[in-house]
């Protein structure tokens, strides 16, 4: 992957899903295991932040576009509809 913020909330998902099924296989030399591990770490990561930013899209919206109590308010409006 060559910038993980490019990545999609989905993309991120797939390329875990291939991460786990590569590891569960249990024949990857240790340094590419730790490689791949290393990679999956930072996607989940992504995926968490991704996941939080629309939570609190969510709750902004559904809040009739108030501030919400612990003062999370998103970047912008929603994008992409």
């Known amino acids: 992957m060559n910038n993980i913020n490019d990545v999609t909330f ?10 786990v099924k590569y590891l569960e296989s249990g024949n990857a030399p240790l ?11 930072a996607l ?3 995926c968490n932040s991704k996941l939080d930013n629309a939570e609190q899209k ?3 919206l559904t809040s009739g576009g108030e501030e919400i109590s612990d003062g ?4 912008s409006g929603v ?3």
């Open 10 to 19: 989905e993309e991120a998902m797939a390329r875990l899903e291939e991460i």
């Open 44 to 46: 989940v990561k992504l």
């Open 31 to 41: 340094d590419k295991s730790l490689e791949v591990f290393e990679e999956g770490v």
């Open 79 to 81: 994008q992409g509809i």
């Open 72 to 75: 999370a308010v998103p970047e």
């Open 58 to 60: 969510v709750r902004f």
